[in-house]
């Protein structure tokens, strides 16, 4: 199949300009390296996976990163952040030099880029498919197929399906590195804490409730939350509580990455099951975030993202910021319309400290309107500017 192109990889290709150093993080296989190679054609490519590669890298830093003088990628660079310091080094002396950076860890990354390449690398995210990259591919698909295949690219690409993919994800890379780095021994309390996670996804986080289920201390919980998050499987949605003066919801909620990885943690094993799993609404709702992040993230900007909830049972779903205006979105995964979906975007504006752009339900009916003061939007043709 031909290289889907990804919607990053101009903004990716404009911060090369400006920077020496690009540095591109994101889960395994979101398709980093395939982006990198199609964005960078002529640079030269080395992966930190390999174990000859690696060890002549750390051997001799100096020979390894002068073998040319075009510009050079190196994948998963967490391999060899000793590396780091050198690359400072050479574009200090030659800014015409270029590297591309990836890795699957943005915990290791950001600590070591900000010691060594403080203010010599651009950092760029790169997570699953976007649905609209996806789209040509997944054109006849239902919804319950698309959020039970998730949009990782093999799988967008039919290389792969989720049934394999997924089982092999968590044997592979959450059983051993993501297990590593937290450093538990214990792998059924691992996959225990990765299926709670899974069931309380749209749901506040309450990492005391999650520790008395695994029977470890709240600290503990949180600590391998952030690992999560570090590794992309899982992300925070944080509350908007700019306005102080109300009694606002100040924990974030969680949702996944990809959908795919959470409907396997959920053992549901097929779009048929998935239609009539009680998880289904929380996970079409993870699906549309997850758009949101994405979108953000390609545009090389902040997440930014946020969700409203008060005491008075207010609560409006996705907030993002654009341009310093705020936009409200109510996500709904059933097919028929019903104007209670407008309640909490209608008065919005006396919720929400800022100004007040669009509102916009989005579910899986066919009906639209997006001349009203609230838009409705079929899943498929939301857009994020």
Not at 94 to 122: C, D, H, M, V, Y
Not at 230 to 237: C, V, W
């Amino acid at each position: 199949m031909e290289y889907i192109e990804r919607q990053i990889s101009e903004t990716v290709k404009e911060a090369s300009t400006c920077f020496p150093v690009i540095c591109i993080t994101g889960p395994r296989q979101s398709g980093k390296s395939t982006l990198i190679k199609n964005t960078f054609p002529d640079y030269v490519r080395f992966s930190m996976e390999d174990l000859n590669v690696r060890e002549y890298a750390l051997n001799d830093p100096i020979a390894f990163l002068g073998q040319t003088d075009k510009g050079m990628i190196l994948d998963e660079i967490q391999r060899t952040p000793e590396l780091m310091s050198y690359i400072q080094g050479i574009v200090d002396e030659n800014p015409e030099r270029k590297f591309i950076l990836s890795g699957s860890s943005n915990f290791i990354l950001l600590k070591t880029i900000s010691q060594s390449l403080a203010g010599r690398a651009g950092l760029f995210e790169l997570l699953p498919m976007t649905y609209q990259e996806a789209s040509e591919s997944y054109s006849g698909l239902t919804l319950d197929e698309l959020i039970f295949n998730g949009l990782y690219p093999a799988i967008v690409a039919g290389k792969n399906k989720a049934k394999f993919l997924y089982p092999s994800y968590v044997k592979t890379y959450l059983d051993k590195d993501v297990r590593d780095l937290i450093q538990v021994k214990d792998q059924t309390m691992f996959n225990t804490f990765l299926k709670l996670c899974a069931g309380r996804i749209g749901s506040i986080f309450n990492a005391s409730e999650i520790a008395n289920d695994i029977g470890v201390s709240s600290k503990t919980i949180s600590s391998w939350l952030s690992v999560l998050e570090a590794s992309y499987i899982i992300f925070r949605l944080q509350p908007y509580y700019e306005n102080t003066g109300k009694r606002l919801t100040k924990s974030p909620k969680i949702y996944f990455c990809d959908t795919g990885l959470a409907c396997y943690l959920l053992d549901i094993e097929s779009p048929k099951q998935l239609s009539r799993d009680k998880m289904r609404g929380p996970l079409f709702e993870n699906f549309i975030v997850t758009e949101a992040l994405k979108s953000r993230f390609n545009q090389g900007r902040e997440g930014n993202i946020y969700f409203y909830r008060d005491s008075n049972n207010n609560e409006i779903d996705l907030i993002t910021s654009r341009h310093g205006v705020l936009d409200g979105i109510e996500i709904k995964s059933g097919m028929t319309y019903n104007t209670s979906f407008e309640t909490v975007l209608r008065k919005m504006d006396l919720l929400v400290k800022g100004p007040i752009g669009t509102r916009t339900v989005v579910y899986t009916g066919e009906m639209e309107n997006t001349a009203g003061e609230i838009k409705l939007v079929n899943y498929r043709n939301l857009r994020f500017d």
